[in-house]
T-cell receptor
Framework: GAVVSQHPSRVICKSGTSVKIECRSL??????MFWYRQFPKQSLMLMAT?????????EQGVEKDKFLINHASLTLSTLTVTSAHPEDSSFYIC??????????????FGPGTRLLVL | AQSVAQPEDQVNVAEGNPLTVKCTYS??????LFWYVQYPNRGLQFLLK??????LVKGSYGFEAEFNKSQTSFHLKKPSALVSDSALYFC?????????????FGSGTRLLVRP
């Protein structure tokens, strides 16, 4: 149980285009999802917290107009990188938090999406 | 402010030997502690957590960790390492009184198990 998927796993795009990444909780409902960014050989940096049906909460320094987050249902959150530039190239990972039971408090992570902007 | 320290960038151990990956933390409230493992180009896999109860927590793949409040540590251990345990390990903490559920991650420790 507690499986999180991400799509696509890898994407290459041209500078100036927008890219959408989907994060789905496959076997549980996730009221809260998180979006992280990971640079090579570095730890995870939290970008934003996404709550179903409400606006995302962005961490300091993260541009909300550039990284659009939508959490329209209890099993799906999307991150759209708008007008992508080469410096946006990174590994993006989502996680989902379960809402109850003995797995409460645990964030389960997706497999990640590698974005390369040319 | 919350923080996590993983003092070792890399830990090398021979297969069959015990392994320890160190983690210390700082939180103002009750610490909720987690260990995750990451294989190349993959997301993080949950190994174990401490929320409350017994200080010794057992998790996936034979790993365990001991919560030590006085030393503010949560070291990851395994009695007998496998080559397949080679990966990047992250310790994470959250303040139990923080309703945002945000996790703070350590910098990661690369574990290399030699055959």
């Amino acid at each position: 149980g507690a499986v999180v998927s991400q799509h696509p796993s890898r994407v290459i795009c041209k500078s100036g285009t927008s890219v959408k990444i989907e994060c789905r909780s496959l076997d549980f409902q996730a009221t809260t999802m998180f979006w992280y960014r990971q640079f090579p050989k570095q730890s995870l940096m939290l970008m934003a917290t996404s709550n179903e049906g409400s606006k995302a909460t962005y961490e300091q320094g993260v541009e909300k107009d550039k990284f659009l987050i939508n959490h329209a249902s209890l099993t799906l959150s999307t991150l759209t990188v708008t007008s992508a530039h080469p410096e946006d190239s990174s590994f993006y990972i989502c996680s989902a938090k379960t809402s109850g039971g003995n797995t409460q408090e645990t964030q389960y992570f997706g497999p990640g999406t590698r974005l390369l902007v040319l | 402010a919350q923080s996590v320290a993983q003092p070792e960038d890399q830990v090398n151990v021979a297969e069959g030997n015990p392994l320890t990956v160190k983690c210390t933390y700082s939180v103002s409230g009750n610490p909720y502690l987690f260990w995750y493992v990451q294989y190349p180009n993959r997301g993080l896999q949950f190994l174990l957590k401490y929320i409350t109860g017994d200080n010794l927590v057992k998790g996936s793949y034979g790993f365990e960790a001991e919560f030590n409040k006085s030393q503010t540590s949560f070291h990851l251990k395994k009695p007998s390492a496998l080559v397949s345990d080679s990966a990047l390990y992250f310790c994470a903490v959250r303040d139990g009184s923080d309703s945002s559920y945000k996790l703070i991650f350590g910098s990661g420790t690369r574990l290399l198990v030699r055959p």
